[in-house]
């Protein structure tokens, strides 16, 4: 090896040697974590374009991934810095394991990248890019994150209870428990110059456990929620499908404002887990209506859940719930319900491997809040979380497959 190379390796080994060094000596930890969920999914109507600008609904199999839980990989790490406190970072990723594309472009740490500190006296303080304290504090008691996997989420996920977003340039504090109550706020700035509205979002949450009870209560005020958090309509493929061609609803996003509030539980009583939420969201001021010529509207939507989750054996548990949605067009003081019933298995290898099996169904009826792309006309056109749009008033989704955890 000539001497610039010589060098050149020794540079590196020095450099490597600096960045590691901390990580030997500090009395803290760096852990790497994650999800794995891949299957096969069966989909009864989904609609697809035809010539002339018309839409059809086709049945689908497909290879799917986070059928049962968000497939993600992420770092976090935690330094004791002494008298109970520690510096805390959590940097988290979502990804497709079918394909290993990221779930949202261009977004490295799309789930979470916040720092902190954390005190067992005082509580903890964290900044960056995280999930809000509503959520945080609601979204253990929806079935949707437990056994029913993000189809079985609420329409759109409008109340926000699986997560559909998270705060950008947010900061958030989280108490200690005080006799099982903690409490949370969070408030995200928006970062535009002379227009301090623009963007921002703030919530509270709170959450008390004792024994087999737990119980969550919080509220959610966002500006502008497609552009500042779910990446406009050319960047989000969540639950609306903005990212799905054709799609029927991610311009209900495209709005002034969303508040959401809402209360969940859940209590335990031998084998059996009830659960349940009632939720409230309302987006102020949505364009959703222009694409056919009418006016900015409010838009309420009312949610209640009651599911059940049952030991049938140490290994294996079964899950039913029922979700009722009703959503009003203020302007037009019209009205469409929404039933969504989720079936669910789950089957656990060990204490990280799983197998699963999962179904959702959802039937609307009333008014219809989709828009036929060809009349322009209200319809009912079913939608589960993640999916594309049904072209009927219904959808039904069957998932099988494997979840491992790391």
């Known amino acids: 090896m000539d001497q610039k190379k010589t060098k050149r390796a020794g540079w590196l080994l020095g450099v490597m040697a600096a960045a590691c060094s901390p990580l030997a000596h500090a009395q803290g930890s760096v852990t790497l974590y994650g999800t794995i969920d891949t299957g096969l999914t069966y989909v009864s109507n989904q609609q697809v374009s035809t010539s002339g600008g018309q839409v059809s609904g086709k049945s689908s199999v497909s290879v799917t991934t986070g059928n049962l839980a968000p497939a993600s990989f992420g770092f976090r790490g935690t330094e004791d810095l002494g008298g109970g406190t520690s510096a805390i970072f959590n940097l988290q990723n979502y990804y497709l394991s079918n394909n290993g594309a990221m779930f949202q472009a261009n977004n490295l740490f799309d789930a979470t990248a916040m720092v902190g500190l954390k005190s067992d006296r005082w509580g903890q303080l964290t900044l960056g890019r995280q999930f809000d304290s509503y959520t945080n504090a609601l979204a253990?008691?929806?079935?949707?994150?437990?056994?029913?996997?993000?189809?079985?989420a609420h329409f759109g996920d409008i109340d926000n209870l699986n997560a559909a977003f998270n705060l950008n340039n947010s900061i958030q504090y989280s108490s200690p428990a005080f006799h099982g109550l903690s409490l949370s706020g969070t408030f995200s700035l928006g970062g535009q110059p002379g227009a301090f509205a623009t963007n921002r979002a703030w919530a509270m949450g709170a959450s008390y456990t004792d024994g087999a009870l737990s119980l969550g209560a919080g509220y959610l005020s966002l500006r502008n929620p497609l552009t500042a958090a779910l990446g406009g309509s050319s960047g989000y493929i969540g639950?609306?499908?903005?990212?799905?061609?054709?799609?029927?609803?991610?311009?209900?996003?495209?709005?002034?404002?969303?508040?959401?509030?809402?209360?969940?539980?859940?209590?335990?009583?031998?084998?059996?887990?009830?659960?349940?939420?009632?939720?409230?969201?309302?987006?102020l001021g949505s364009r959703y209506l222009i694409s056919t010529g009418g006016p900015v509207s409010d838009f309420r939507f009312d949610t209640a859940e009651l599911g059940g989750l049952y030991s049938v054996t140490p290994a294996l548990q079964v899950g039913l719930a029922y979700s009722y949605t009703r959503a009003k067009i203020q302007v037009l003081d019209s009205n469409t319900n929404i039933n969504k019933i989720s079936l669910g298995g789950i089957y656990s290898l060990s204490k990280r491997t799983q197998l699963y099996a999962t179904g959702n169904f959802e039937k609307m009826s009333g008014a219809g809040l989709g828009i036929n792309p060809v009349t322009g006309a209200f319809e009912n056109y079913a939608q589960l979380?993640?999916?594309?749009?049904?072209?009927?008033?219904?959808?039904?989704?069957?998932?099988?497959?494997?979840?491992?955890?790391?």
């Open 140 to 152: 253990p008691f929806a079935v949707s994150n437990n056994w029913a996997g993000p189809f079985g």
């Open 239 to 283: 639950e609306l499908s903005c990212g799905q061609s054709p799609s029927s609803y991610c311009e209900l996003h495209d709005a002034d404002e969303l508040r959401t509030f809402g209360l969940g539980g859940n209590y335990t009583v031998g084998n059996l887990t009830i659960s349940g939420t009632l939720t409230r969201a309302m987006l």
């Open 385 to 406: 979380a993640y999916l594309g749009t049904s072209n009927s008033s219904s959808q039904l989704e069957i998932s099988v497959g494997i979840k491992h955890n790391f």
